[in-house]
């Protein structure tokens, strides 16, 4: 049983990272078709995660009020007629408007996963649960932009939003047949606007809290970085075609689910303060190995691609940690715990990947150094969070 749910929540985890990653291999085709440069079409990926990164802040709050399920199934819905209506856009306007509908939509899987294990599981089991999910929702990545490259060269573009919708669709079937609603009535919150608006102040004012979201929003940073420069690090710094995203991804994920695999079977072993010493460890090695190369070689395969495994084992033996330790200050408002949770995750991806990464564009060893003080940040930020540790609300 706890396999099936962890599959379906990783499943359900995947809805945003594919959105993002399968296309990418497409991006510059969608500058040639609509006429427009690559800061434009960089704006596709921005504009998602933006109203991806805003509506988190909400889902949470919803599912809180109204269950699990009822949130998740709309916003499945929505999900699946915004990638239809972007695979048929016929301007790039109309698929700026379709992009953010699906970013509107693609977030409420992760943050109401995230909450689904807090009512489910606790402590060392919901460590390694979060683990577990992170190991399976790992592929997606991985897959997406190999997929996304061969949907390109076979179909064209607009095939990748197609597959999107196919997705969309048959998530929408799993959750209504097949996930259990975790929340019962008796414990869900009044939907009241001052309420929740009060909610969120508490959530705000707690700066253990909010230290702790932004030291994950940082570390993930770096790899939003790569992300976010996908197109351009694979076909013009690395000189690989549309067929290629392998190169980066398969190492950027295969470290991510070696990690969240470790780190699972450590987690019952191990106290959580010692996981996250262990993972800043780790990427503190892999960013030193990055920035060294790219100062003294240019970028080729494999080398230019090695420590990007590294720093992700790293990130996936920390990430788990980090997120429990913040939803855990607040056990009475897990959803909107998760949805701030996320919101600032994203919100950092987002601000990355549209204002950061077109700055680093063309050089291997700007992204290295831009990846190694978003780490620094972040474990600088952990570290002040524990100076403000006070009482669980």
């Not at 509908?101 to 402590?123: K, P």
């Not at 770096?222 to 976010?228: A, M, T």
Request: one cysteine or more; hydrophobic letters at 55%; proline letters at 6%.
């Amino acid at each position: 049983m706890h396999r099936l749910l962890t599959t379906m929540l990783a499943c359900l985890g995947m809805i945003g990272a594919l959105a993002i990653d399968t296309y990418l291999p497409s991006m510059p085709a969608i500058g040639v078709e609509f006429g427009v440069g690559p800061v434009a079409v960089q704006q596709t990926l921005s504009v998602f995660l933006f109203t991806f990164a805003f509506m988190m802040l909400f889902y949470g709050t919803l599912s809180d009020s109204f269950g699990r399920r009822p949130v998740v199934f709309g916003a499945l819905s929505l999900y699946t007629l915004s990638s239809i209506g972007a695979a048929y856009a016929p301007t790039f306007g109309w698929l700026l408007f379709f992009r953010a509908l699906q970013g509107l939509s693609a977030g409420a899987g992760s943050v109401i996963g995230q909450a689904i294990v807090q009512d489910r599981f606790s402590g060392a089991q919901a460590q390694k649960m979060m683990s577990h999910i992170m190991m399976v929702f790992g592929l997606a990545p991985a897959i997406a932009p190999v997929l996304g490259g061969w949907l390109h060269v076979s179909f064209g573009w607009r095939s990748t939003f197609i597959f999107l919708a196919i997705f969309g669709a048959a998530m929408m079937l799993m959750v209504w047949r097949l996930l259990p609603e975790s929340l019962p009535r008796e414990k869900r919150q009044p939907f009241h606007p001052g309420t929740i608006a009060a909610n969120y102040l508490m959530v705000l004012r707690h700066p253990q809290f909010v230290m702790l979201s932004l030291s994950l929003g940082l570390v993930f940073g770096g790899l939003s970085l790569y992300i976010g420069s996908a197109a351009n690090f694979v076909m013009e710094i690395l000189g690989l075609p549309e067929t290629a995203f392998a190169w980066m991804f398969i190492p950027l994920i295969g470290g991510m689910v070696v990690g969240s695999a470790w780190g699972g079977k450590r987690a019952a072993k191990a106290p959580p303060g010692r996981l996250l010493w262990v993972g800043y460890s780790v990427m503190a090695v892999a960013s030193i190995l990055n920035v060294g190369y790219n100062a003294l070689f240019p970028a080729t395969i494999p080398w230019a691609v090695l420590p990007l495994a590294v720093f992700t084992f790293g990130l996936a033996v920390a990430m788990p940690g980090i997120q429990l330790s913040a939803m855990g200050l607040f056990p009475n408002n897990r959803g909107l715990a998760a949805s701030m949770v996320g919101f600032i995750q994203m919100m950092s991806f987002a601000l990355v990947s549209g204002l950061v990464a077109p700055l680093l564009f063309g050089s291997a060893f700007a992204l290295a150094c831009g990846a190694a003080i978003g780490c620094v940040l972040s474990f600088l930020m952990w570290r002040l969070s524990r100076r403000f540790a006070r009482p669980v609300v």
